[in-house]
């Protein structure tokens, strides 16, 4: 949809550049200044063929009107004002709409835009609570669930990205990263003082990002870094104004960069010929592409229900049997808490997620077969370890589909009757006859599970310690 005060805007840049006044410019074009005011001001939409004769009248493309940027500061702080006095927080004070007359100097503007930011800001950090953080995650994922995990508009700008520095098979290489930001104007650099919990650092001044130190030479977390950094910029994004729009901004960035590193068509080519040969593991696709198993598992469910035509879950499981990250669109059935939210919930014990742990040659996935009450599902798993915490990733798809998968003649099946709590929560009347009233531990101090995100404010770094960063690199 266009931005009809940006248009307005551009149009007005363009009129009092030519000096002509609302009722010149309108005689021109044959329609009341009153009405052209109307639509400068972004109240009205103009039809195709006035913005035509406009453009004439001007003497500038029909492109020049429509681009999607305002045309200088002025403009962009006077659209801002108006986008920012519309929202429902401004509404509830019940204080009158500012018009930005041509006699606001720029300093009022600009102070009246930056409190109208700080006001957002302090709404959202105050709603910002753990629960609200794990309503929003919530949301985001079934928004997600409903687009199949698959968002096109970012796998065309990845494949576009790749192909523009001749990325054509196989491993994207560092060396293409770099040269990826190259064209975008930025430079990378490792250095081993990045603030704390910045994960990378963009100045955008002086074109470069700043990385943590190239330890692990090749390490694919280094590639996805660079990329997410780049993908701020390369969708547009500008600081988050809620608590959801973070998670979304976070959630874009990481689609991007997995998009970049197992791009679409190569993707999809190795996956159908797996598929084809009736031999699709997540190992080989992690292995074809250079990235981690959760990284591939994950990419796997970008692209299996849009374009391999199947329902799958994905799985990140703690030793201790915790969800860190799931998602599904084929019926299993998550645990859940009261508000929604899968994350912290403990998985039943006789998943392919916690059987995995119990196993000890660790090196290849594990496969199982998993009759649940809403039907059997083929699950493959691979251990791993980071730190001391060991964890577990599962895709898993319908009985019907673990035809086109490595390992579905698996002598392993399970039966899980999970959320009935006998199935697997509750200890059996011998052994509670027997231990109940006589026995007492301690429990651990349970990690939150949300802890990662940031809290307090969303962007999660410190100002004076990024601008104190940012000033020593700047030389
Ligand atoms: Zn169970």
């Known amino acids: 949809m266009r931005d009809l005060a940006t248009l307005g805007q551009r149009i007005r840049h363009f009129r009092t550049g030519r000096s002509l006044t609302l009722e010149q410019l309108g005689s021109e074009v044959n329609i009341a200044g009153s009405q052209l005011s109307l639509i400068e001001n972004g109240r009205r939409e103009p039809r195709l063929s006035l913005l035509t004769a406009i453009s004439t009248a001007l003497g500038v493309q029909l492109a020049d009107l429509l681009e999607d940027a305002p045309p200088n500061e002025r403009a962009r702080l006077e659209i801002e004002l108006d986008r920012m006095q519309r929202s ?30 700080e006001l957002a800001r302090r709404a959202s950090e105050a709603i910002a609570t753990p629960e609200e953080a794990r309503r929003a995650n919530t949301e985001l994922r079934q928004r997600m669930r409903a687009r199949d995990n698959h968002l096109p508009e970012i796998e ?6 790749v192909r523009s520095v001749g990325h054509q098979v196989g491993a994207l290489t560092h060396r293409s990263v770099s040269r990826m930001a190259q064209q975008l104007g930025f430079e990378l650099v490792h250095v081993g003082d990045l603030p704390h919990s910045a994960r990378s650092v963009t100045d955008l001044e002086n074109g470069r990002i700043y990385l943590p130190p190239a330890s692990i030479p090749g390490g694919h977390g280094l590639r996805s870094m660079a990329l997410q950094a780049m993908a701020h910029r390369l969708l547009g994004h500008t600081e988050p104004t809620s608590y959801a729009d973070f998670l979304q901004q976070r959630l874009e960035i990481n689609y991007f960069a997995a998009a970049c590193l197992m791009p679409l068509t190569q993707s999809v080519d190795f996956l159908r010929t797996a598929k084809s040969e009736r031999n699709i593991a997540v190992e080989d696709f992690r292995d074809a592409f250079g990235v981690t198993h959760e990284a591939a598992a994950l990419r796997f469910t970008n692209l299996a229900t849009a374009h391999l035509d199947m329902t799958l879950h994905f799985l990140r499981v703690g030793g201790e049997g915790g969800v860190y990250k799931a998602y599904e669109n084929d019926g299993l059935r998550l645990p859940v808490d009261v508000t929604g939210s899968t994350e912290g919930q403990l998985v ?26 809403e039907g059997t599902f083929f699950e493959s798993t691979q251990t791993g370890t980071s730190g001391s915490d060991e964890f577990s990733i599962t895709i898993g798809v319908p009985f019907s589909d673990a035809k086109w998968f490595r390992g579905r003649e698996t002598p392993h099946r399970e039966a899980s009757r999970c959320p009935d709590e006998n199935c697997c929560r509750r200890p059996s009347n011998e052994l509670a006859t027997r231990w109940s009233g006589k026995a007492w ?15 307090g404010t969303f962007p999660g770094v410190d100002d004076q310690e990024l601008y104190a960063f940012l000033q020593a690199h700047a030389d």
């Not at 004070?93 to 109208?116: E, F, K, N, Q, Y």
């Not at 531990?441 to 809290?455: F, R, T």
Request: hydrophobic share 30%.
């Open 348 to 373: 039943c014990r006789h998943w392919s997620s916690r059987m995995a742990f119990t196993r000890t040659n660790r090196t290849t996935e594990f496969y199982q077969y998993t009759d649940t009450p």
């Open 441 to 455: 531990s301690s429990a651990k101090l349970h990690a939150h599970i949300l802890s990662p995100l940031p809290s």
């Open 156 to 161: 065309k700008l990845a494949e576009d990205t």
């Open 88 to 117: 429902p927080i401004y509404g509830s004070l019940g204080l009158p709409a500012i018009r930005p007359s041509r006699t606001m100097s720029d300093d009022a503007l600009t102070a009246l835009v930056g409190l109208h930011h």
